[in-house]
């Protein structure tokens, strides 16, 4: 019949042994699945020259201080829509990664705190930072606090999300936030 293949006839002889009790009808069945495995393993070999699982490991490459970047411990991990590469740290605040070296940005650079909880970007590109300290917005090259006054100023922000430049929610430990920079007053949805 064109377009089956065939099992080797060792295979029905070892398979044989294991398969007494199943019917021949799903022993052929699985004895053709079982021989189509070994082809594609044994052409995978024979083709690539290596064992078939390391044909499909990506490339993998390793950062560290040597290499630029401002800390070791990452706690935060994002990739902007201009496929720029940022970091955030326990101990040195935000780092970008341009694809040949990193750029450290900290507290002299508007940072509340060197620590960093969380990194996301809004739709339209804007970086938005949760740290220990409070959470800011990139702006230029100038990081700048979303919350100054209130219940939330300077409290640890683990949590961030940017639905829109004009909608970003703050998750932290005294409650949530909803952050409109259009609005004088801060929308707290739960808090101690």
Known sequence: MPGTITPHPAAYAILAVTMKTRSRKRWRSWARVA????????LLLA???????????????RYTVRD????SQVYALIQDRDGFLWTGT?????????????????TESGLPTP?????????SGTLYVATTGGAAYLDGYRFQPMVTEG???????SAIL??????VWLGARTGLLLW?????????????
């Open 35 to 42: 021989s189509s495995r070994a082809v594609v393993a044994a």
């Open 47 to 61: 083709l690539g020259g290596a064992h078939p699982a390391q044909a499909f490991n990506p490339a993998q490459r």
């Open 68 to 71: 630029g970047l401002p800390q």
């Open 90 to 106: 326990a101990t040195a605040g935000v780092a970008r990664y341009d694809g040949r070296q990193w750029k450290a940005m900290g």
């Open 115 to 123: 620590f960093v909880e969380m990194l996301t970007t809004s739709p």
């Open 151 to 157: 219940p939330f100023a300077g409290t640890a922000v």
């Open 162 to 167: 940017a639905v829109s430049d004009s909608e």
């Open 180 to 192: 409109q920079p259009s609005r004088q007053e801060q929308l707290t949805i739960l808090s101690q």
